[in-house]
């Protein structure tokens, strides 16, 4: 024998083994015992052995047979854990997802967003891979990455967006004993030029921001300090070494008194977006599909709080 025997044939074969006798396994399958006995004929020959011997009015298997059904039971064995696991993948109850997060989304949604997705989900496996928007966008392109969560949803033809939640505005943080509390205003690009500031590095979604609001009032920022923390930036205020520009949603998750929020005159920084981006084209598992409909029903709670604030206490 030198291919597969006939799966159908294997199955009549385990359950008269199973059995005892051709009529008692033609009784269980609901089938002519004639059918069975055909089916038994045409695998011995299959195999070139002979699988079944009488004893009394029933049959047991050969030394072969025992072979073979032991076979047949490892290879019924195998396709109820092949179903079984399509089934746990159709219904998201396994599979593995490779997603995205910038530096900032990781403070604001890994926990409780992400770790409530995977409290609830324990056999789907997720892959976080932190970086800035750029080499997100470079990951999901090169199908490196599932999805990713991105602070200003990209207009990328090759990227498809599911969601876009507008997010708390961009607004200038310093000390409370910072000079720039004293302007009774919303503030203009101009109006930081003076003072030390802090920024993240270009391939932020963030510095995007900035970026279109130099360009718009024609002004260039001078920075003194740049990182790629979220974390390193508001600390940066707190020491009161100068100013930061930051989406105001970190003022629950890294809780710094004596930080103080201004508001920003330019329209650019009032109009932040958080969305959730894939390949366009991309097939997207049911895992996947459960963690995208997760997030459209989480992120906004955490995605837009506060819209202003005179001070952190």
């Known amino acids: 024998m030198n291919h597969t025997p006939d799966t159908k044939r294997l199955f009549y074969f385990q359950q008269v083994v199973l059995s005892g006798s051709l009529r008692a396994a033609a009784e269980v399958l609901d089938v002519d015992a004639s059918s069975i006995s055909r089916a038994i004929a045409q695998l011995e020959t299959e195999v070139g052995m002979t ?6 009015r029933g049959v047991v298997p050969t030394e072969e047979g025992l072979i073979l059904a032991n076979y047949a039971q490892q290879q019924a064995k195998l396709t109820r854990e092949l179903y079984q696991r399509i089934n746990e993948h159709r219904q998201a109850q396994r599979g593995q997802i490779a997603l995205g997060l910038g530096e900032g989304m990781l403070d604001l949604f890994f926990y409780p967003v992400i770790t409530q997705f995977m409290a609830q989900n324990p056999s789907i ?3 976080l891979v932190v970086a800035g928007s750029q080499s997100l966008i470079e990951g999901l392109l090169e ?10 949803a990209t207009q990328d033809v090759r990227l498809r967006r599911h969601h876009l939640w507008t ?14 509390t004293a ?16 920024s993240l590095q270009e391939h932020f979604g963030l510095r995007e921001f900035i970026s279109q609001a130099e360009q718009d009032e024609r002004v260039q920022l001078n920075f003194d300090f740049v990182t790629s923390s979220y974390r390193a930036l508001w600390q940066y205020a707190y020491a009161g070494l100068g100013y ?3 989406g105001t949603s970190f003022v629950h998750t890294y809780q710094l008194p004596d930080l103080v929020l201004l508001p920003m005159a330019n329209q650019i920084f009032n109009s ?6 894939t390949r366009q084209g991309k097939y997207l598992s049911p895992a996947a599909v459960a963690l995208l ?3 459209k029903k989480q992120v906004p709670a955490y995605a837009t709080l506060p819209r202003a604030a005179d001070s952190i206490k």
């Open 51 to 56: 699988l079944l011997a009488r004893k009394g």
């Open 125 to 127: 496996k997720i892959q």
């Open 143 to 152: 199908d490196r990455l599932d999805m990713a969560l991105l602070y200003q």
């Open 167 to 180: 997010s708390s505005p961009i607004q200038t943080v310093v000390h409370k004993d910072h000079p720039l």
């Open 183 to 198: 302007i009774h205003r919303p503030l203009t690009l101009a109006d930081l030029l003076p003072h030390k500031g802090a």
């Open 244 to 246: 930061i520009l930051s």
């Open 272 to 277: 932040c977006g958080i969305g959730t981006v």
């Open 293 to 295: 409909e997760h997030l």
